[in-house]
């Protein structure tokens, strides 16, 4: 039988991959006041423009069960199996969703197959586990051998990123007051990973280009601990000119040749403010 892959909107996995893969996503939201958005639907740069005034952050919530079954059920009337990894349940509530309407799929459809993959991260680290387990389907392998795609690049990706500010994080209740106002004083910069399915410091630095040249040098040392690089891309939040500066003067000298910058969304950003980071996929499992 044949697998389809479901994911949510906070992969921000390239559209054309998302096309050619046939993978189904559904959206978190964004609400702003009395402002409701899909994350799917927004202009990123505009929002981040936006939220450079608000004093008060916007709230993301998870996509609805209702969205959630309409997913399922589409693959399920078509026969095929369900495949859906989704952002951290540290950090979302889609995953509980997504288990309850399997659940309630499988007392109306107990034919219906629906394996649901919390992927402890976000962003391509976990679009990355999306597309190994889209392209086992895509090459006719099963349910378990899809999620086990999946679970197996879990275990050989990372994610490391940098803010420029901890203000966004402090607002958003992620840091303390104290820990913010130390940062700020003493210029801290912290860099941040994905660890145990929730957001953690990895090193603290005195400046940005130390933070910078601190996460390529842990991705050298990742992949030379773990048998090369499968997958690199860079991320970034509002702020595209330091990305591609992170881009051509820190990450493609070192690794010889050019990666993907991928934009965060909403979802994500809201809670980090500007930011730039790399998700890297090694060939063997990380320590």
């Known amino acids: 039988m044949a697998v389809s892959v479901v994911t949510d909107s906070t992969t921000y996995i390239p559209s054309a991959l998302i096309d050619e893969l046939h993978i189904d996503v559904v959206s978190l939201y964004i609400y702003d006041g009395d402002r409701h958005e899909l994350e799917s639907e927004m202009d990123f740069q505009a929002f981040y423009h936006r939220l450079e005034d608000m004093e008060v952050l916007p709230k993301s919530a998870l996509p609805s069960p209702e969205t959630i079954k309409e997913s399922f059920m589409r693959i399920i009337e078509r026969g095929d199996d369900v495949l859906a990894v989704f952002l951290s349940s540290e950090m979302s509530g889609t995953v509980e969703a997504a288990n309850m309407v399997a659940d309630m799929i499988r007392k109306e459809h107990p034919e219906a197959r629906i394996t649901v993959v919390d992927s402890e991260t976000n962003s391509m680290q976990e679009g990355y586990a999306v597309l190994a387990g889209a392209r086992a389907a895509a090459a006719g392998a099963t349910l378990e051998e899809c999620e086990k795609a999946a679970r197996d690049t879990m275990a050989r990706s990372r994610f490391i990123f940098a803010p420029q500010t901890l203000e966004y994080l402090k607002r958003g209740g992620r840091i303390g007051r104290a820990s913010a106002l130390l940062g700020t004083l003493i210029k801290l910069v912290p860099i941040l990973t994905v660890e145990n399915a929730v957001t953690s410091t990895y090193a603290k630095v005195r400046t940005y280009p130390k933070a910078l040249a601190t996460m390529r040098d842990k991705m050298l040392a990742d992949a030379e601990a773990a048998g090369g690089f499968k997958n690199v891309c860079l991320h970034y939040i509002c702020d595209k000119a330091l990305a591609e500066m992170f881009q051509r003067e820190y990450i493609e000298p070192a690794l010889g040749h050019k990666v993907d910058l991928i ?19 090694t060939v063997n499992p990380l320590r």
Request: proline share 11%; hydrophobic share 45%; no cysteine.
């Open 263 to 281: 934009a965060l969304g909403p979802v994500i950003g809201t809670h980090v403010g500007p930011a730039v980071g790399i998700v890297y996929e």
